[in-house]
C-alpha cells in the first residue's frame, strides 16, 4: 500500500541553524502539507502545497519556514534559524485525487530537536 | 473559525470491553469529519470518515463512528477493544474542498488491561 514517507525520524540541530525536513508524498496525490505537533500539544496545521504553490498557510509558518517540490517526488519543509520553540514532532500529509479529494495521509513524522 | 475537543485525555478499558471516545466539533457549514489513530513510533492512520450520507461510518480495525449534527459530536465506537488498540485517538474536523486544512482535538489516549 502506498505510504508518505519522512525522512530523517529524528533531527537534532543547534538554534539558529538551518533545517530541511524532507517528505516523499503518495504518487498521485495533488495536495501536500505540514503539520507540527509540540510535544503535549494538538497537531497543528501549519501549510498546504498545491501546483507548485503555497495555498494556505497558518501563523505559524512565519519567513522562518518555506516549501518546495524540488523534483516533483520530493517535498521540503526548511527551517531557516532554527529557535527552541520549533523544537516538535512534523508531520507530512499528502491527499487529493479524483477518487478521494479530501483525504489526508500522513507520514510517521520527523522529530525536531533544537538544542 | 473551526475547533475540535476531545473531553478525554486518558481512557483505560480492559481488553474484551467496549470503548467510546468523545469528540465535539465547532465548524459553521457542513464539516467533513475524521478519526486517525496513532501507535507508538508511527504515523497518524486514517481510521474513518464522514463526509455526508449514513451518520453511522465503518472504519478500519472495527472502529465506527456515528455523526451527531444536533449535538456536534462525532463519537468513536468499538464494541471489544484488543490490547493492539492501545494508542493515540484523534478527532479532526476540515471543510471538505481538496487541499482544506484539517483542524485537530487534541488526542485520547487509549490504555488497554489485559
Known amino acids: 500500500e502506498p505510504e508518505v514517507t519522512q525522512t530523517p525520524s529524528h533531527q537534532v540541530t543547534q538554534m539558529g541553524q538551518e533545517v530541511i525536513l524532507r517528505c516523499v508524498p503518495i504518487?498521485?496525490?495533488?495536495?501536500f502539507y505540514w503539520y507540527r505537533q509540540i510535544l503535549g500539544q494538538k497537531v497543528e496545521f501549519l501549510v498546504s502545497f498545491y501546483n507548485n504553490e503555497i495555498s494556505e498557510k497558518s501563523e505559524i509558518f512565519d519567513d522562518q519556514f518555506s516549501v518546495e517540490r524540488p523534483d516533483g517526488s520530493n517535498f521540503t519543509l526548511k527551517i531557516r534559524s532554527t529557535k527552541l520553540e520549533d523544537s516538535a514532532m512534523y508531520f507530512c500529509?499528502?491527499?487529493?485525487?479524483?477518487?478521494?479529494?479530501?483525504?489526508?495521509?500522513f507520514g510517521a513524522g520527523t522529530r525536531l530537536s533544537v538544542l | 473559525a473551526q475547533s475540535v475537543t476531545q473531553p478525554d485525555i486518558h481512557i483505560t478499558v480492559s481488553e474484551g470491553a467496549s470503548l467510546e471516545l468523545r469528540c465535539n466539533y465547532s465548524y459553521g457549514a457542513t464539516p467533513y469529519l475524521f478519526w486517525y489513530v496513532q501507535s507508538p513510533g508511527q504515523g497518524l492512520q486514517l481510521l474513518l470518515k464522514?463526509?455526508?450520507?449514513?451518520?453511522l461510518v465503518q472504519g478500519i480495525k472495527g472502529f465506527e463512528a456515528e455523526f451527531k449534527r444536533s449535538q456536534s459530536s462525532f463519537n468513536l465506537r468499538k464494541p471489544s477493544v484488543h490490547w493492539s488498540d492501545a494508542a493515540e485517538y484523534f478527532c479532526?474536523?476540515?471543510?471538505?474542498?481538496?487541499?482544506?486544512?484539517?483542524?485537530f482535538g487534541g488526542g485520547t489516549r487509549v490504555l488497554v488491561k489485559p
Open positions: 500529509a499528502s491527499g487529493g485525487t479524483l477518487i478521494a479529494k479530501n483525504i489526508q495521509y
Open positions: 479532526a474536523v476540515g471543510a471538505g474542498a481538496a487541499g482544506n486544512k484539517l483542524t
Open positions: 464522514y463526509f455526508s450520507g449514513d451518520t
Open positions: 504518487s498521485n496525490h495533488l495536495y
